[in-house]
């Protein structure tokens, strides 16, 4: 049985739902792709701002693009507050759980955006606590929201 179900998604449009409880450390779903080389991906008009949210980055010279339909893991929203994460090797990757999930509770990762002048276009709706706004990958966001930056130093002064 599969661990997940498509569903339409409160953060948006499609997502994926697990179907059933998940424990972490449980791969979900293979992440697939067809590898490209970064002066395709740089070059070919597909991969314009709008596109790259499916592109992974395998290495230096190449990412993977996920674009298809048979891929159906690309349809997993990014959260601020994910429970999964990509790991994997070379072109075998998979989708991962972080954390126990509950059936019905929406799979999401950390799409790992690094900060840039167009984080704007990308607006995330994914309504965490610890949502600065943007898709944005946790060690950026204090760049947006001084307040993720706050955080960290508060916890730091808790750990001494
Ligand atoms: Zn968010």
Known sequence: MTLYKIKKSNID???LIAAKNIKKGSKIIEY???LISKKESEDNPKFDNSKRIYLFEINKRYDLDGDFNFNTARLINHSCNPNCEVVGKGLKLWIESIRDI???EELTCDYGFSYDADYKQFPCKCKSRN???YIVRSESRWRINKR???SFKKNNRVNR
Do not use: A, E, Y
């Open 13 to 15: 449009n499609k997502g």
């Open 32 to 34: 697939k792709g067809k």
């Open 131 to 133: 949502c600065c706004g």
């Open 102 to 104: 509950k059936k019905g």
């Open 148 to 150: 993720f930056g706050l």
